[in-house]
């Protein structure tokens, strides 16, 4: 008579890589990058298992419903509506040539920058990962600039390479934009207001 051996079923699918499915997923959604997903792992038993972090790494808010999604859309556009209330002088994109692993220090090191310009100098910084290796670098709105530091002011960045250093276009979308990540930004400094422009002027330019 031949006996039967039971084997311990192994799981269908890694619960690893089927967290990361659904997070690079909603990512997707989203609009936002994710590191891709990680080759399966030796098998061992489900109760190994590291459970799922309770909150998620900087730069990688995971909305669990879309109420949530649509709260963080609004403060995103909320966010870029904000800026476009004050007097921006150059909009910028400022890498790192060193591995940052937090975007606190980003943005520190991007206050640094911007007080370096003087004390009239104010700015809107919002620390990113791109797709490629995750990396961090900045985006940045700056105002309060002197002529000369409008067009030589990215000679000022000893961290890594300035990848754009333009003119901001009030009628551009710099301003939202750089609101991508309401969550890893911050404001710089003491915010000047865009001067209106006189009533007959703005019909002028409306007709």
Known sequence: ?????????????????????????????????????????????????????????????????????????????????????????????????YSVNEDDHARRVAQEFVEGFGPGAFAFVAAERGDAGGRVHLHLLIGGLSEVAKNQGARRWSHGVVKKWEAYDPQGRAAWYVAKWPESSEFIGRLRRRTRRPKRQRKTQGE
Request: charged share 25%; hydrophobic share 25%; net charge negative.
């Open 1 to 97: 008579m031949n006996k039967k051996i039971h084997h311990q079923t192994p799981p269908s699918v890694d619960p690893d890589i089927e967290r990361y499915r659904e997070e690079a997923a909603a990512a997707r959604d989203q609009g936002r990058p994710h590191p891709p997903t990680p080759s399966p792992s030796t098998q061992r038993p489900l109760e190994s298992y590291s459970p799922t972090p309770s909150s998620p790494p900087p730069l990688y808010v995971i909305h669990e419903s879309a109420e949530e999604v649509l709260r963080h859309q609004e403060w995103k556009q909320g966010l870029g509506d904000f800026n476009t209330y004050f007097a921006w002088d150059v909009y910028t994109i400022a890498t790192f040539a």
